[in-house]
């Protein structure tokens, strides 16, 4: 698992299931807000926004939920909302990128520089570990929707720099200006894909064994706890 998404950490993380959906719709109607806050309120015009309605309705966020997320930003109370990025390293040598969305700079910082050091991190200064990062794209089908010619073909023809397939899904990689383009075009010809997201892909891994994996995990949830931590990416394979 290179380059964890706080998606996929929350929604497989077993036994904490309810807590999780409510952190994780949370996390969504923060990003719907700051997207709409950004942007154009209206999803298609706004690349941004219209992932972040996409990522909700694939975990069964409520329209509602959504409706208010959006009008939150019309209604100017998503002014004070910040992004903002930490790096540094987890146990083992592991680089983390921590994507953080906040209404107090101060409050958050000391958190997360807390959740660093008390779980055997430390946080570094600005591309400390962001040049062993490439941002981009990413959208993924199960192996189901085709062999892994023919969806390097339709990723290819679409536009997309790149496509890694594995037993049982086809990631494709697309530069960050061109996710939604490829996006609707696969879409068109594979349906709706499992995910479709901006993120950190690492160009050098760390391999970690089992019980190091676990530091690991146990580290991102403490990250992943916090409601201001919005992503959290790390250079690891276990």
């Known amino acids: 698992m290179s380059g964890h998404s706080k998606w996929a950490n929350i929604q497989h993380r077993k036994g904490k299931q309810d807590k999780a959906r409510g952190n994780l719709f949370t996390k969504i109607a923060r990003e719907i ?29 409520p329209n509602d939920n959504i409706k208010k997320a959006i009008d939150r930003a019309r209604g100017n109370e998503g002014a004070n909302l910040e992004e903002i990025r930490y790096e540094g390293y987890a146990p083992n040598s592991v680089a983390v990128i921590v994507e953080c969305l906040t209404d107090n700079r101060n409050r958050t910082a000391t958190e997360v520089r807390t959740i660093f050091g008390k779980n055997g991190g430390s946080i570094g200064a600005e591309n400390s570990v962001a040049f062993n990062f490439n941002r981009c794209g990413i959208i993924v089908y199960p192996k189901s929707k085709g062999t892994d010619e023919e ?41 709706d894909p499992e995910k479709m997201e901006l993120t950190f892909m690492p160009i050098n891994t760390v391999q970690l064994t089992e019980e190091q994996g676990q530091s690991l995990e146990s580290f991102i949830e403490k990250m992943e706890e916090s409601d201001d931590v919005q992503n959290v990416y790390t250079n690891a394979e276990y």
Do not use: C
């Open 33 to 61: 807000t700051i997207a709409a806050k950004l942007g154009d309120p209206n999803p298609d015009y706004n690349p941004r926004l219209r992932l972040a309605v996409t990522l909700a309705k694939k975990n069964s966020m």
């Open 151 to 191: 969806i390097m073909e339709l990723a290819i023809n679409a536009g997309a720099d790149d496509i890694e397939s594995d037993e049982e899904y086809h990631t494709i990689i697309t530069a960050v200006d061109k996710l939604h383009s490829v996006g609707n075009e696969l879409n068109a010809k594979l349906g």
